[in-house]
């Protein structure tokens, strides 16, 4: 291995080091690097480690500050921290007390390491009568984010989170660095290791780019503006590269928050996007890129209302309901069952899609060439490509004679599916063997079954769970030493050995494309629906 890269995980960084002292370590953590031992010092790491210093603590004064310009008669202040990662937590507290009693302010900290301890620790905060919220950085709160989103609206608590996933999932704001644009300079980074640079001469970075997201609804705080175009994190000089901040004003709170706006912005038109998933940075991005193909920009000439399942499919339509009640221009989901819950949720408000299933079939459209109604959209071609995929695998496997083919029996596509793989193994002279699963604990039933049966290789299928768990086939792949091709990237990304299939990526970007043909006019029953997009 030529170097071994650690975004996001002090723990895995800190056991990369344990492993070796040889192979050279890019990291990117929220710990300070010099105080936990990974390197000697910023500007000159020394050994086989150097990477990004997000700098999540040292921003926290900044953040206090947002929140006190918001509300400027706010004189206490909850801190949620969790106790188990102290590298962070001391820190982060530490510099807050210190930007709090500069500006006679109070803080009250409390502590939560389990989903208990957080509903305890947000009936401390209304007890002790706190203002507002922030949370110090830790991967925990971003894993539930739905949980602390629920109880600061419940208890009607203002909170400045410190990822962009909490405000997209509907917390009212948040200021952090880019995550993906620290991926882009590990990125970066282990390119130049490979090329010849030693990691003991290569400085540990900053990020370069900070995130200030609002929910916005229709009225827009003008004195939350101005502070967003000052803000200006501190930095030690000796940790300084270089940065550039820009503002992402995110529309949509989940809910109205108790505070006054002070001016009225112009109106624009709101769209609403469905999703099954969790908030996926990557997915919204190319679908703002399909939007802004067709003259709209997030924030300045449209405002767009997330709804995310975080994977419960039951509540999508739920979710659907609310966007349709708001009464957006154009309602956006990607997959069968978010379009069918926006179907049912509305007949008037248009609707763009994005299916893996034939729109025909499910009941979307009433043709491809003619949607009618108030829906088209993308129906990505999955399940055409399964023959490709199966001639893929046994290019990468000669000797293959026996497939394993796991499917989703609760999956709309998957009887289409193994029709095609079927067909397509008996025409190639292999046999298929078919395993189910619909959950997690089935996923690992079927691998267990795998491992008995000991197939030559492993065709995954399409579908929402299977995507979804994406890590944990990756894992048992890998584990049993299966070869296996899926059907999306994102699980080549994840670890697996080869996928073959539509672009989700573009597909998001089609679909914002087609919801800006519809703000400018278009009706959904006069165009197309496109057979495919980029594979």
Not at 418 to 423: A, H, K
């Amino acid at each position: 291995m030529a170097v071994i890269a650690t975004p996001g995980s002090t723990a895995a960084t800190l056991a990369a080091k344990a492993a070796t002292t040889t192979i050279p370590i890019v990291f990117v953590i929220g710990a300070d690097p010099v105080k936990i031992g990974l390197v000697a010092s910023l500007n000159r790491p020394g050994g086989n480690v150097t990477g990004i210093n997000d700098i999540g603590v040292d921003i926290g004064a900044k953040r206090l500050g947002f929140l006190q310009e918001l509300l400027p008669r706010a004189t206490r202040f909850g801190v949620l921290v969790n106790p188990d990662n102290p590298s962070i937590t001391e820190s982060f507290v530490t510099e807050l007390q210190t930007a709090a009693s500069a500006i006679g302010r109070q803080i009250e900290v409390v502590t939560a390491s389990t989903n208990a301890d957080i509903d305890t620790a947000f009936a401390t905060l209304v007890k002790k009568r706190a203002d507002a919220l922030l949370n110090c950085p830790d991967a925990l709160f971003v894993t539930r984010r739905v949980q602390l989103i629920t109880l600061a609206v419940r208890h009607a608590l203002p909170a400045l989170y410190h990822r962009r996933e909490l405000a997209e999932a509907g917390g009212l704001m948040s200021y952090g660095s880019d995550l993906p644009d620290q991926f882009r300079q590990t990125g970066g980074y282990v390119g130049r290791i490979l090329k010849g640079e030693k990691p003991a001469d290569m400085p540990v970075q900053l990020p370069t780019r900070f995130e200030f997201v609002i929910n916005l609804q229709n009225r827009q705080d003008a004195r939350h503006r101005r502070a967003a175009h000052a803000a200006r994190p501190r930095r030690r000089g000796d940790r300084v590269i270089r940065r550039r901040e820009f503002i992402t004003l995110l529309g949509g709170a989940a809910v109205a928050w108790p505070l006054a706006a002070r001016a009225q912005q112009p109106a624009m038109p709101v769209v609403g996007f469905l999703g099954a998933s969790a908030p996926d940075t990557g997915r919204a991005r190319a679908f703002h890129l399909g939007l802004k193909e067709t003259g709209y920009v997030e924030g300045d000439s449209v405002t767009i209302l997330y709804r995310w399942a975080e994977n419960h499919m039951d509540r999508l339509p739920e979710l659907a309901a609310d966007l349709a009640r708001r009464r957006v221009a154009v309602l956006a989901s990607f997959g069968n069952a978010p379009a069918l819950a926006a179907k049912g949720a509305t007949t008037t408000v248009p609707i763009v899609f994005g299916a893996g299933e034939d729109p025909v079939r499910s009941g979307l459209v009433a043709s491809l060439a003619r949607p009618g109604g108030n829906l088209t959209g993308i129906s990505i071609l999955s399940v055409e490509l399964v023959t490709k995929r199966l001639e893929l695998l046994r290019e990468l496997v000669p000797a293959v004679a026996k497939v394993a083919v796991l499917v989703d029996p609760a999956s709309p596509v998957t009887e289409t599916m193994l029709r095609e793989v079927e067909m397509a193994a008996r025409s190639m002279g292999l046999r298929a063997q078919i395993l189910n699963a619909s959950s997690s604990g089935e996923i690992d039933a079927a691998f267990a079954t795998l491992a008995r049966e000991r197939p030559d290789a492993l065709f995954v299928g399409s579908g929402f769970l299977l995507n979804s768990r994406r890590v944990q086939l990756v894992h048992l792949a890998t584990l049993h030493k299966v070869p296996a091709i899926y059907s999306s990237r994102e699980s080549v990304e994840a670890g697996g050995l080869m996928s073959y299939g539509p672009s989700l990526t573009d597909a998001h970007r089609q679909i914002g494309v087609y919801a800006g043909r519809i703000l400018k006019g278009a009706k959904p029953a006069d165009f197309a629906s496109p057979a495919g997009v980029e594979v």
